[in-house]
C-alpha cells in the first residue's frame, strides 16, 4: 500500500487544524495596544499549540520517509492520531480563555498527552507493519525522549489541580524539548543511503 495519500491526507488535516486554531484568535474592538492586553493568554496558548502540532508534522514526516509500507492498521492508527491532534484547536480555546482555571489545563494536558500516546501507538504498528529490523526501529531505539515527554505532560495534568501556571510552564519545557531537531531518523536514513550508493558502485 501506497503511503503517499496518506501523508497528503495527514497534512491537509494538520493545516486545516492551525487554521482553526488562528481563527480563534479574536481582533479586539479598541483601536489602541492596550485591547491586545486581554488576549495574552489567548495568544500564548495559540503559540504554545502551534509548537506542539508543528513538532508533531515534524515528527509524522520523519517517520514517515523511514516507513517502505504501510497497511490497515496503520491507517487507522493515523486516524487516531489525528482525531486527538484535532482536540487541539478546542483545548487550546478553552486555557487561552480560562488560563487560571484547573480543568482546562488538565484537559489540554489530556489532549497532548493522548495525541502522545497515540504517535507511539502509531509508530510502533508501523515497525510492525515493517518487521523487527526496518529503518524505523532502529533510528527510534529505547525512545528516552518520548517516554521522558509522556512523564512530564502526566506531571503538568496533575498540576493543573494545584498550581495552573506550573502545568502550562510544564506543557511549554516539553515543547522546548522537541523544539530541538531530533536527528535519529534523519542519520539512519543518511547510512542506509550511503551503503546503498556503496552498493551500486
Known sequence: MEKNRLEAFS?????????????????????????????APTFLAYVLSFAFVGIFWNNHHHMLNATQRIDGRVLWANLTLL?????????????????????PSAL?????LASAISYIVLQQTIIAAQGPHSLLQRAVGNDGKGKLSMVLIACGIVSAFCVQYLAQCIYA????IWLVPDRRIER??????????????
Not at 19 to 29: C, R, S
Not at 30 to 36: F, G, I, P, Y
Not at 108 to 112: D, F, I, S
Not at 173 to 176: E, L, S
Open 11 to 39: 497534512d491537509g488535516v494538520i493545516a486545516i487544524i492551525i487554521t482553526i486554531m488562528v481563527l480563534e484568535l479574536k481582533v479586539p474592538h479598541e483601536s489602541d495596544l492596550h485591547a491586545l492586553v486581554p488576549l
Open 173 to 176: 519545557a516539553v515543547a522546548c
Open 108 to 112: 489540554y494536558g489530556t489532549v497532548l
Open 83 to 103: 482525531f486527538f491532534l484535532s482536540l487541539f484547536p478546542f483545548a487550546t480555546a478553552w486555557m487561552g480563555e480560562h488560563h487560571a482555571a484547573a480543568a
Open 188 to 201: 539512519v536514513l543518511s547510512k542506509s543511503d550511503a551503503r546503498d550508493d556503496v552498493r551500486r558502485d
